[in-house]
T-cell receptor, first 111, second 112 residues
Framework: QKEVEQNSGPLSVPEGAIASLNCTYSDRGSQSFFWYRQYSGKSPELIMFIYSNGDKEDGRFTAQLNKASQYVSLLIRDSQPSDSATYLC???????????FGKGTRLHILP | NAGVTQTPKFQVLKTGQSMTLQCAQDMNHNSMYWYRQDPGMGLRLIYY???????DKGEVPNGYNVSRLNKREFSLRLESAAPSQTSVYFC???????????FGPGTRLTVT
């Protein structure tokens, strides 16, 4: 059974600080990893994807992948109240495999 | 580009009624998906279609049917709605090369 695990939160972070969201996955062979943001009452929207070990940066967001330890993380620098949302981690074993979503972590940025 | 569109946005059904949720994408994606999202349960895959003319069951297919009408459209049908099908339904599409998914705005369904 392929699973993606996330702490449900809520994770409270002061405005301007770094928010760190973590995710672990069960299938060592997973190849592709995705972070989605979902505002309350809205649909998930893709923030970042990462395929290789290491860090990938996009503006205030950094995705980190460690395949040996089977975890993925998302760092949000200079957190803003508009970053308050649920963040979904997702993993995919291979091109023909289905994407597996975690249940999400609620992030609350404190003004 | 409208991306992924879904209709209706909201629907209330009585137990036993039937309805079809519509989804369309204009991004020329091959794969399309139907999910339901319930509090505390995350996104659960109902059905998916890897290409026009093919459909496969996901994690929670019971009580649902799908039709991949053409490359753009993928519909979800509830033949006899039950209160357990009260949920938010999302359609998503996926390009072949990069594998990320794009979601529609969702349909909030209540079955009384």
């Amino acid at each position: 059974q392929k699973e993606v695990e996330q702490n449900s939160g809520p994770l409270s972070v002061p405005e301007g600080a770094i928010a760190s969201l973590n995710c672990t996955y069960s299938d060592r062979g997973s190849q592709s990893f995705f972070w989605y943001r979902q505002y309350s009452g809205k649909s998930p929207e893709l923030i970042m994807f990462i395929y290789s070990n290491g860090d990938k940066e996009d503006g205030r967001f950094t995705a980190q992948l460690n395949k040996a330890s089977q975890y993925v993380s998302l760092l949000i620098r200079d957190s803003q109240p508009s970053d308050s949302a649920t963040y979904l981690c997702a993993a995919r074993f291979g091109r023909d495999d289905k994407i597996i979503f975690g249940k999400g972590t609620r992030l609350h940025i404190l003004p | 580009n409208a991306g992924v569109t879904q209709t209706p946005k909201f629907q209330v059904l009585k137990t036993g009624q039937s309805m079809t949720l519509q989804c369309a994408q204009d991004m020329n994606h091959n794969s399309m998906y139907w999910y339901r999202q319930d509090p505390g349960m995350g996104l659960r895959l109902i059905y998916y279609s890897a290409s026009e003319g093919t459909t496969d069951k996901g994690e929670v297919p019971n009580g649902y049917n799908v039709s991949r009408l053409n490359k753009r459209e993928f519909s979800l049908r509830l033949e006899s709605a039950a209160p357990s099908q009260t949920s938010v339904y999302f359609c998503a599409s996926e390009p072949s090369l990069t594998l990320e998914q794009y979601f529609g705005p969702g349909t909030r369904l209540t079955v009384t």
